[in-house]
């Protein structure tokens, strides 16, 4: 394959990447990763209850994948209560692969505050 031919294909498999994952600039919502290579699209609460996708890199997909076997099995119904409670539990495995991330992050703000980076700053909500 020379060049030409490799700029070509990869171009190609970015444009099908970005399709398959549905969206315009993504990355991993656990981690951030945006290497497309490392990208895959997850089906939120699943490919039989909705056609909704995240973007997870493949570690985070293959958590995501290990999570999803501890749900209830599949009923018969496909009814929108059975799609919500899909969702939800996607919700709670998407918080639970963060929470790490979070406490790590709130720990980091923390020993910002106690070195004094943030002297003279007020944060407001108002």
Known sequence: MDDLQRKLFREKRHRQKMKDIGMENPACVICGESDLDMLEGD????RAYDDQVMSLCKNHHAKRT????EQPRAGHSNSWLQQLGRW???MAEYFEMLVPRLRQFGEWIIRLAESGHCDGFELSFD
Do not use: F
């Open 43 to 46: 089906h939120v609460a699943g």
């Open 66 to 69: 290990q999570l999803q076997r």
């Open 88 to 90: 939800l539990l996607a």
